[in-house]
């Protein structure tokens, strides 16, 4: 397999790792409870997902 001949520069391997970050999640707000949700997945705090019931809620002891 050919290897690289000279050594890449710190800004050439730089400018490629430009697009590696991470990123924060987008949230949005429940429809039934209003508490803070990630998109397409269903409400932690009530179990809805788009104005319906989707899974039951655990029983809080």
Known sequence: MPNPKRRHSSTRRDKRRTHDKAVAPQ???????????????????????????????????
């Open 27 to 61: 949230l949005t707000t429940c429809s039934n409870c209003g508490s803070a949700v990630v998109y397409h997945h269903v409400c932690p705090e009530c179990g809805y997902y788009r104005g319906e019931l989707a899974i039951e809620p655990k029983a809080e002891a």
